[in-house]
């Protein structure tokens, strides 16, 4: 059954740092995700993409955050500075339809 | 603002039992609700959907109910099973926005003893 994929699965940086976490959707889905969960809180939604484009995103999705399709695979979502609070596990999720339902495995990101 | 609340926080089990998991949500105007599996270290798993036209949807062992006017859902598992072991979680669409900006609870974590 086809999954979502999602390297590096742990990502250490220092503090002021770019990273960027990369992300393989299942072929045929045209809605993508990123969500985040730090460490003991709930899942939040980061930014949703369809047709090559951001189609919503929440506040925490401010200027240091971007998403990018730069081929027909892949999805990656880029840090620009990394603070010591990005720190958390990063899902990246597609879906065919609206309803979202395919979460790839996540990236932990430690900021030091 | 919609804000999603699981109880309880944890849950054990011997095998075998039934259990019922508990999810509130403030705003009843919601499209659907989803109940995830998480596993450690891993992905959410999506178990069952339920529209908000629905009362129930069933799984397998599982049967997740809906009660919008009351702003509450309830994951039911029969027969509890080692494997099932996990921590559950229940999500609705942000209102407004698109049906897969979620809305997370904090989840259950449960675990079932052999």
């Given amino acids: ?112 | 603002k919609q804000e999603v609340t699981q109880i309880p926080a944890a849950l054990s089990v011997p095998e075998g039992e039934n259990l019922v998991l508990n999810c509130s949500f403030t705003d009843s105007a919601i499209y659907n609700l989803q109940w995830f599996r998480q596993d450690p270290g891993k992905g959410l798993t999506s178990l069952l959907l339920i529209q908000s036209s629905q009362r129930e949807q069933t799984s397998g062992r599982l049967n997740a109910s809906l009660d919008k006017s009351s702003g509450r859902s309830t994951l039911y598992i029969a027969a509890s099973q080692p494997g099932d072991s996990a921590t559950y979680l229940c999500a609705v669409p942000n209102y407004g926005g698109s049906q897969g900006n979620l809305i997370f609870g904090k989840g259950t974590k449960l675990s079932v003893k052999p």
């Fill in chain 1, 1 to 112: 059954e086809p999954e979502v994929t999602q390297t590096p699965s742990h990502q250490v940086t220092q503090m002021g740092q770019e990273v960027i976490l990369r992300c393989v959707p299942i072929s045929n889905h045209l809605y993508f995700y990123w969500y985040r969960q730090i460490l003991g809180q709930k899942v939040e939604f980061l930014v949703s993409f369809y047709n090559n484009e951001i189609s919503e995103k929440s506040e925490i999705f401010d200027d240091q955050f971007s998403v990018e399709r730069p081929d027909g695979s892949n999805f990656t979502l880029k840090i620009r500075s990394t603070k010591l609070e990005d720190s958390a596990m990063y899902f990246c999720a597609s879906s065919e339809l609206e309803h979202l339902n395919d979460f790839g495995p996540g990236t932990r990101l430690l900021v030091l």
